[in-house]
């Protein structure tokens, strides 16, 4: 019907400028962020210009400032999460797909689901009162003992520091790269199961060549998305990692990370310049959150491989 046409184009014009109204306040939002951070760091990107990202002195009341210890206490709580988290994760999810069977996955599933959802400053206080201890009379004594000759398990044994951090962020993304990677080897195709088989292949064969090769991108960005927030992590980091501005190559060392400055020191920030540096720092934060996606983006582009287009 002719009426009926010219509804339904209206409607495919309208569902169109909808969505693509949707996407730009995604963008404007983050474009509006960034502006903020901007602004509010304009005094000290004016006074010390690049050289706050290479300077490690942090001494507000003397005005010098820089955010490399950050920085770098960021990096390495992050990194030690993933180290601790990935195999973790993705046994998890392999173990609920492909090998638990039905009776048990759906408790397993619930209780990865509520992990997920326990606040972090919940997480935190376990940390102080649970795990530092362990680490500080259990866990480092033994890696220092018989791991002492790698310089990351040197120095004096705290309980406080990267690792605990480490060890508390790879507790709180555990639960999401998890869940994303169990529905992405539940979206693998049942015939790519049943071609391996046919093939011969052993059940871990199956695994590791017909699912982990076809979901590995999407194994791969669920990675990322944890690592968003181990970089972004605030209030657990914050009550383990010491707040010390150091750098040191021992794990056992505390720190202090970019989320951390923030949430302790931002209270704190009554001289314009001060406060100007922890937008500053926020600013770095988001940058290198951009920076760690973009990366991402690359890899997985080159990893995937050129696409191969259908011929007509």
């Not at 309208?14 to 983050?30: I, Q």
């Not at 994760?89 to 759906?106: C, N």
């Amino acid at each position: 019907m002719p009426g009926m046409g010219r509804s339904g184009r209206f409607g495919d014009r309208a569902f169109r400028w909808l969505t693509c109204v949707m996407a730009l306040v995604v963008l404007g939002l983050v474009l509006l962020i960034v502006v903020e951070l901007v602004r509010g760091s304009h005094l000290s990107l004016r006074k010390f210009g690049w050289h706050f990202l290479v300077s490690s002195d942090w001494d507000p009341l003397n005005g010098k400032l820089g955010a490399l210890t950050f920085i770098y206490g960021t990096l390495v709580t992050s990194a030690v999460a993933l180290v601790i988290a990935i195999p973790v994760s993705v046994g998890a999810a392999v173990f609920l797909t492909e090998v638990a069977p039905l009776w048990i996955r759906q408790p397993i599933v619930m209780f990865i689901e509520l992990l997920a959802a326990v606040p972090s400053v919940v997480i935190g206080l376990w940390g102080l009162f649970i795990l530092v201890p362990v680490l500080r009379d259990y866990v480092e004594p033994f890696l220092q003992k018989f791991f002492g000759f790698l310089p990351i398990f040197q120095g004096p044994i705290l309980g406080f520091g990267f690792l605990a951090a480490g060890v508390v962020l790879a507790i709180m993304i555990t639960p999401i790269i998890t869940s994303i990677s169990r529905e992405i080897l539940r979206s693998v195709p049942s015939l790519q199961r049943e071609a391996a088989y046919a093939l011969g292949a052993t059940p871990w064969e199956v695994t590791r060549i017909a699912v982990l090769s076809y979901a590995k991108k999407g194994i791969f960005g669920a990675v990322i998305l944890g690592l968003g927030r181990a970089l972004g992590e605030t209030m657990a980091a914050t009550m383990i990692i010491g707040n010390v501005p150091n750098i040191s190559r021992s794990l056992f060392a505390m720190g202090y990370t970019l989320p951390s400055v923030l949430a302790s020191e931002f209270t704190e920030a009554v001289d314009p310049m001060y406060l100007s540096a922890l937008f500053e720092l926020a600013l770095v934060l988001m940058g290198i959150t951009l920076i760690v996606n973009a990366l991402a983006q690359l890899l997985l582009k080159t990893f995937a491989g050129p696409t191969v287009k259908p011929q007509h």
